[in-house]
């Protein structure tokens, strides 16, 4: 059974750059057509799709984000990151990190991590 | 950018039917997947390509499209089935996913 598990400082200061890993077990990151994704969900709010890397590093990002995010990937680890720059409190939500079982041009999001609160406040 | 367009809120007494809608532009051509979100927790898949139940989803919960719109279908709801509902899918460059804006399920 596959696991994704995020972690990162759960404060962030404005202007700065959120930095979170998700550490993934059960499985390889590197095997398989799997794209590896971030989501967000601000309190009380619905979900966003941040963006998605596959094994072979080719990404996709939210077009509203696209000028800040960078998700890279360490098939070393096992993990994959996001990077975010420049937030502010709108950044403020709750970060899932999850795995997209992807064929024939249909991909849906099947295993998910816990989630990790991220507040961004000076 | 692109966008799917869900009811905010669907109610329905237990052993009703339950219809969430979400429409998009692109849904003709692309896939509708369904989560459901309970409070707390992480989404869980409950329908994926447009009617197909993973395992372990209960039958009672179905999906169709057509058009530029998806359904998911709850028969007989039951009111542990009270939770948010997001549908999921891509625009027509398949590069750029997308997710409802959550429709909230009361049963009671």
């Known amino acids: 059974q596959v696991q994704l598990q995020e972690s990162g400082p759960g404060l962030v200061k404005p202007s700065q750059t959120l930095s979170l890993t998700c550490t993934v077990s059960?499985?390889?990151?590197?095997?398989?057509?799997?794209?590896w994704s971030w989501i967000r969900q601000p309190a009380g709010k619905g979900l966003e799709w941040i963006g998605r890397?596959?094994?072979?590093?080719?990404?996709n990002y939210n077009p509203s984000l696209k000028s800040r995010v960078t998700i890279s990937i360490d098939t070393s680890k096992n993990q994959f990151s996001l990077n975010l720059s420049s937030v502010t409190a709108a950044d403020t939500a709750v970060y899932y990190c999850?795995?997209?079982?992807?064929?024939?041009?249909?991909?849906?999001?099947?295993?998910w991590g816990r989630g990790a609160l991220i507040t961004v406040s000076s | 950018s692109y966008e799917l367009t869900q009811p905010p809120s669907v109610s329905v007494s237990p052993g009703q039917t339950a219809r969430i809608t979400c429409s998009g532009d692109?849904?003709?051509?692309?896939?509708a997947h369904w989560y459901q979100q309970k409070s707390g927790q992480a989404p869980l898949l409950v329908i994926y390509?447009?009617?197909k139940r993973p395992s372990g989803i209960p039958e009672r919960f179905s999906g169709s499209s057509s058009g530029t719109m998806a359904t998911l279908t709850i028969s007989g709801g039951q009111v542990e089935d009270e939770a948010d509902y997001y549908c999921?899918?891509?625009?027509?460059?398949?590069?750029?996913?997308?997710f409802g804006g959550g429709t909230k399920l009361t049963v009671l």
């Open positions: 999921y899918s891509t625009d027509s460059s398949g590069n750029h996913w997308v």
């Open positions: 692109a849904l003709p051509k692309k896939y």
């Open positions: 390509e447009d009617s």
């Open positions: 059960g499985g390889s990151i590197s095997i398989g057509s799997y794209y």
């Open positions: 890397i596959y094994t072979s590093g080719s990404s």
């Open positions: 999850a795995r997209e079982w992807c064929s024939g041009g249909s991909c849906y999001l099947v295993y």
